[in-house]
C-alpha cells in the first residue's frame, strides 16, 4: 500500500509561482517513479511531469516545459512540482502519482496506479 498526500494548491493571478507537494508513505519500495497529472472539467486528463526517483530523470509535457520543475527530497520521500509564469489554462485540479514503471519514463496514465486526492490550482486573468 502506498499514500500520497498533496498540498500547496490555491489560487493565484497569471504570471505568479505556486509549488505542490507530495508526500509519500506505506510501501514505497513498491514504486520508482513519482509524477503530477491534471485535469480541467471538461478536459481530458493530461499528465504534467515525472520523476525516476532512483535516478532523479524527468519528462514534461511540452505545454509546462519552462515553466515547471519536479525535483524530490528523498529523505523526506516528498515531490514537489514548482510552477512558475502560471497561466490560466493551468487552472485544474492536480495529483500526485506513482507507479512502477518497465521501460522509459513517460505520462501515460495507466503506468500510475497510486493517485493522491488531489489539490486545487486556480489562475486567474
Known amino acids: 500500500r502506498v499514500q500520497l498526500v498533496e498540498s500547496g494548491g490555491g489560487s493565484v493571478q497569471a504570471g505568479g509561482s505556486l509549488r505542490l507537494s507530495c508526500a509519500a508513505s506505506?510501501?514505497?519500495?513498491?514504486?520508482?517513479?513519482m509524477g503530477w497529472f491534471r485535469q480541467a472539467p471538461g478536459k481530458e486528463r493530461e499528465g504534467v511531469a515525472a520523476?525516476?526517483?532512483?535516478?532523479?530523470?524527468?519528462v514534461y509535457a511540452d505545454s509546462v516545459k519552462g515553466r515547471f520543475t519536479i525535483s524530490q527530497d528523498n529523505a523526506k520521500k516528498t515531490v514537489y512540482l514548482q510552477m512558475n509564469s502560471l497561466k490560466p489554462e493551468d487552472t485544474a485540479m492536480y495529483y500526485c502519482?506513482?507507479?512502477?514503471?518497465?521501460?522509459?519514463?513517460?505520462?501515460?496514465?495507466?503506468?500510475?496506479?497510486?493517485w493522491g486526492q488531489g489539490t486545487q490550482v486556480t489562475v486567474s486573468s
Open positions: 502519482v506513482a507507479g512502477a514503471l518497465d521501460y522509459g519514463l513517460g505520462l501515460n496514465v495507466d503506468d500510475y496506479n497510486y
Open positions: 520523476i525516476f526517483t532512483g535516478g532523479g530523470d524527468t
Open positions: 506505506g510501501y514505497t519500495y513498491l514504486t520508482n517513479c
